[in-house]
């Protein structure tokens, strides 16, 4: 399987975490590809037309995209494991992954604001604060129950979107406040899926 791969990306680091966990990481070969809102990717675009990461490509030249759809297709293959199929476990997994990635969704587009300078809308830049800040108390609210259960694809997609503030945010204090969050991710930190995986600039 050929994947459509970056360091950076929050989106790719979900999708090998899965991969991780399941144990197939050798069974993907990452290709270096630089995703950019303002520059569409030609290479890219023939097998994502979005011009999205991660984007992956099987063996028989089938292509799989987005991160969703690419980790699903994993624990279909090769589990399950991660998306349970007792459908009240199954819509909790589903919900914190839409959870996790929203987080991540807004938090690309912030960093891209906040990139433009002086250009910078103010009232979006409060619409962003704001959303992290609900999503942030929802978690909180929300920390313990993350302990019990198995292992998800929404612990994958929340664990990535926490981590991106580190990433991308170092100086956002996103802890305080939310002691039972910063207890939770550590644990996530701590897996060694997350630890193989953990964001690398190397631009
Ligand atoms: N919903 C997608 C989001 C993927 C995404 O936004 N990826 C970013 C990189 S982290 C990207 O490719 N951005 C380039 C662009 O928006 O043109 C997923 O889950 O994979």
Redesign the pocket.
Known sequence: MKLHW?P?????R?VMVAAHELGIVDRIECVRSV???MT?HAELMKDNP?????AMTLDDGTPL????VICEYFDTTYGPKLFPSEPKARFLALRRQALG?GM??FS?LWRGELMRGERKSDQLIASFTARRAACLAALEREADALHHGPFTIGHIALGCALSYFDFRFADLPWRDGHPRLTQWHATFAMRPSAKATEAVDDS
């Open positions: 970056s950076r990306s929050p989106f790719v979900k995703a950019a809102m569409p979005l011009s999205k990461i991660p995209f987005d991160s969703r990635d991540l969704d690309v």
